[in-house]
Structure formats: C-alpha cells, structure tokens
C-alpha cells in the first residue's frame, strides 16, 4: 500500500469515527465539512438543501473551512453571508447543475464565469472565491443536499483532491440510514 493511500485510508476512517459519533445528519454534515477540508484542501464547504416541495435549494447554515489567515476567513465569512439569501432552482448554478444532474462538477474559476453560468460570481469576485467543487449527498437515488467546496486560489482539476474528496463524502452517504 503506497504511503498516499494510507493516507487517504486513515483520513476516511477517521471520518468515519467522527461521522459514527453523530446523533442527526446537521451535526453530520457539521464534522464532515471541516473534516473534509482538513483533509483535502479546501478553504470552505457550503451546503445546499431542497426545500419541502423538492423544487428549489435553499442555502443551509452549516458550513466548514480550513483557513489560517484571519483576512481570508473574514471574506469566507462574508461571502457567506451575502449567499444567504440566495434560492435555486434545478440546474441553476453550479449547486442547481449538480443537484439536476446528481453528478460531482469541478468549477475552474468562480470568479471567472459569467452569472448565469455561477449566479454569485460578483460576490465571488469580491471575496476571492475562485475553485469550486460541488457534490451531491444521495440517499435512495433521492439529492438530499449538495455539498459546494470552493478554494481562494485558481486549481486545475485534480484527481487526487477531487478521489478523496468524493470518497469522503460518500461517507456521510453510508452514515444516513441510521437517521432516515
């Protein structure tokens, strides 16, 4: 076993002893989001959940990050902040397209896209959001929310970080039948 794969295997199972820990699936979500950007390099995780109809995602108040520098967590801060209010709709950006296609999206550049393509690209561009990673939490061929994953600098696809990322995430996934 190479040392990178147990690295990955000692970060999952620790994961997975946090995530066992759990009495619901908010304070799941709550240990894997800052577990999972320890882990794989992520400055911030954002969560996306469909409303009662099903028919929009509404921004969630848990959140995780792994950031040192107290200007940058002040504009994650912010950031968040002003994606409170936001409601979308299947397809819709980039939580809306994970959420209508049930399929991980790596998202270059933020900052970069035009708002249609990522609806909270100003504000994106104002606090510094650049990478972004979305990931949909299934259970029963059912979204029951989307995890966003955003870093505040530019990174080419990775294999490595986008494999563990979504091998974490499908821990949370193994954990829900004993809430659901």
């Known amino acids: ?3 990178l794969t147990k690295v990955k295997f000692a970060q999952i199972h620790n994961l997975s002893q946090k995530i066992s820990q759990a009495t619901d699936f908010e304070t799941v979500l709550d240990i894997a989001l800052t577990q999972i ?6 400055n911030y995780a954002e969560i996306w959940i ?3 109809d099903n028919k929009n995602l ?17 504009n994650l801060e912010q950031f968040r902040m002003c994606s ?4 979308l709709l299947p397809g819709q950006g980039l939580p809306g397209r994970v959420w ?11 900052s970069d896209e035009s708002e249609k393509y990522f609806l909270r690209n100003q504000i994106a561009q104002v606090f510094n959001i650049k990478t972004g990673f979305g990931i949909p939490i299934v259970y029963n061929n059912q979204v029951l929310s989307i995890i966003v994953f ?5 990174c080419e696809f ?9 091998k974490m995430v499908r821990q949370i996934e193994k954990s829900l039948g004993q809430f659901y």
Not at 84 to 87: D, H, L, T, Y
Request: aromatic fraction near 12%; hydrophobic fraction near 45%; glycine fraction near 4%.
């Open 1 to 3: 076993m190479s040392q």
């Open 84 to 87: 409170e209010g936001f409601i």
């Open 37 to 42: 950007c320890h882990s794989t390099d992520w």
């Open 58 to 74: 509404v921004f969630s108040p848990i959140w995780g990050f792994n950031i040192q520098n107290s200007d940058d967590l002040v």
């Open 158 to 166: 990775n294999q490595r970080i986008a494999e563990l990322t979504i």
């Open 50 to 52: 469909p409303d009662e």
């Open 150 to 154: 955003f870093m505040l600098e530019i």
């Open 100 to 110: 209508l296609s049930q399929q991980p999206e790596w998202l270059l550049n933020a």
